[in-house]
């Protein structure tokens, strides 16, 4: 009986512990939703990034195209890991309207250059610095990003669609549009 009540009472703890465990892991969507500059529906304020090839790139560039915003850098492995679906998403799509915009975020620009010549992507690379004593980049902090990988997706229009969606609802957007 008493067996039975400790392992009833450590069961209890344990089940306690991990909800507030979980209640303290922050939620990306959650904390952007929150962000005035990412809303669903909404356009993004305007931006201007650097190109690869030392280019500005502005937002008014992308309109009138779906587009996927993807936030990357070179030693996050999560957002190298992604980058044959993009590949696969981009060569399906492009044709139809779909243009991808990388966004770098990166403190060594030898790295983000090498990350770029192997993975060989065939859209646009921007990169976005870091500010002086920020924990993030400009446009990072502008629109209230935390960490990457994170993406957002647009429509035609310049609207927010889909804030950091995963593959499958990306791949189901794109499908829709699209495929008609």
């Known amino acids: 009986m008493k067996k039975t009540f400790l392992m009833l009472l450590i069961l209890a703890v344990l089940v306690v512990k991990g909800q507030h465990a979980l209640a303290l892991i922050p939620k990306q969507i ?5 962000n005035p500059n990412l809303i669903v ?3 993004l304020p305007a931006f201007t990034l650097r190109g690869a090839d030392g280019r500005s790139v502005k937002s008014s560039a992308i309109k009138g195209r779906v587009v996927l915003i993807d936030f990357w850098a070179s030693w996050c492995v999560p957002c190298r890991a992604a980058i044959p679906h993009l590949k696969d998403l ?8 779909f243009e991808i915009l990388s966004v770098s975020i ?3 620009s030898k790295a983000w250059k090498n990350a770029m010549l192997k993975e060989a992507m065939p ?3 921007t990169i976005d610095k ?3 004593g920020q924990d993030a980049s400009v446009m990072m902090n502008l629109l ?3 960490s990457v990988p994170f993406a957002i997706l647009l429509d035609n ?3 927010l669609i889909l804030i950091n969606p995963e593959a499958r609802s990306i791949d189901d957007y794109l499908r829709k549009t699209f495929t008609k």
């Open 123 to 125: 859209w646009q690379q």
């Open 30 to 34: 959650d904390t952007v939703q929150t």
């Open 157 to 159: 229009e310049g609207k």
């Open 90 to 97: 981009y060569s399906q799509y492009h044709q139809s309207g």
């Open 130 to 132: 870091y500010e002086a």
């Open 106 to 108: 990166y403190q060594n």
């Open 41 to 43: 529906g909404k356009a």
């Open 144 to 146: 209230g990003i935390q």
